[in-house]
């Protein structure tokens, strides 16, 4: 019987490939490999913007602002400014705690109606009451009186009020004051439509400092503004001798009020006419040097309350004048 011939692949059986990659062990490769891996496994520190870093130095940094600048910041993006309107009220009271320390205690706001007991408002927003106030409500060309359905018409707060409007015009006028240009003068029971515009104006910046302490701590800015341009402006003026504050270059560059808190002239004059700027230089609502003490006294935010008490004894009077009078 013949045999069959069988080629070499049959006898050897079927080929596996069991090739492995050789591994590097080299001293240069190992390095490598520990500092790709060491790469992957670092977080990427470097902030891609101001809200990538932590919450609380985000809130740090927004506090060496100035107003202003914290409302251009807004304006850059939703996210900003859905962060700055979260945590207005801690910023704006950071940044007034540092710069606005005189300021704030001269210019406090007034109390809204809402905010007022309702058992008193009716004594507040009497008829009869109103009546008896508008001696403080319309003297002025260059201050919107106040809406009593809003604000509250105790004393300190139409002051507050009052003070507060001439602030926002004080501030619109440094252009004229400090280039020689006249301010425009309004006769005597003349009303003017760009007046009444201007004035409408400033109250509706108020309105909005009433409800947003970012807009309060910016007139309190534009304020601090005012004064210091005006003081500068003054001594300048070798013919003028009169005592006022002593303020450094650095001191006006610092953006922060606290040479205010130094000894200086009276500056509590409400300036009744616009007429009044040409020789106005700061304007310290709320306050009065004590010799004894050496430092400014100023008004405490609880006289507010204490109006309201004395408008409520004023209605109870009343009530029971008019009943004794029915009997």
């Known amino acids: 019987m013949r045999k069959t011939d069988v080629s070499d692949d049959e006898e050897l059986g079927e080929l596996e490939d069991r090739t492995e990659a050789l591994t590097l062990r080299s001293k240069r490769t190992e390095r490598a490999r520990k500092r790709q891996a060491k790469k992957a496994k670092k977080p990427n520190r470097e902030p891609r913007d101001l809200l990538s870093l932590p919450y609380e130095l985000v809130l740090e940094i927004l506090a060496l602002l100035r107003p202003s600048d914290v409302f251009n910041l807004m304006r850059v993006s939703r996210a900003y400014h859905g962060f700055i309107a979260q945590e207005e009220r801690r910023i704006s009271r950071d940044i007034t705690s540092w710069r606005y320390v005189c300021l704030e205690k001269c ?20 008829p009869e009451r109103q009546e008896l106030l508008i001696i403080h409500k319309k003297p002025y060309q260059h201050v919107q009186a106040p809406d009593p359905a809003e604000v509250c018409t105790c004393l300190t707060c139409l002051l507050r009020w009052s003070s507060l409007c001439l602030v926002v015009d004080f501030a619109r006028w440094q252009w004229n004051l400090e280039n020689g240009e006249p301010i425009p003068m309004i006769p005597r029971g ?14 509706t910046i108020i309105q909005k400092a009433l409800r947003s302490p970012l807009w309060h701590a910016r007139v309190l800015e534009a304020h601090l503004d005012s004064t210091t341009r005006s003081i500068r402006r003054h001594a300048a003026n070798k013919g003028n001798k009169r005592r006022r504050f002593r303020m450094s270059k650095e001191e006006m560059e610092s953006g922060s009020d606290l040479f205010l808190e130094r000894s200086g002239p009276p500056s509590l004059d409400f300036p009744f006419h616009r007429d009044n700027y040409y020789m106005l230089e700061a304007y310290l609502p709320n306050r009065g040097w004590n010799a004894d003490r050496e430092s400014w006294m100023y008004v405490p935010a609880e006289q507010h309350d204490t109006d309201l008490q004395y408008i409520v004894r004023w209605a109870e009077r009343r009530q029971k004048a008019a009943t004794e009078a029915g009997a």
């Open 190 to 203: 003349k009303h003017p439509e760009w007046n009444q515009t201007l004035i409408a104006s400033n109250a």
């Open 107 to 126: 210019f406090r706001l007034p109390v809204l109606m809402q905010n007022i007991d309702p058992s008193i408002r009716d004594y507040v927003q009497s």
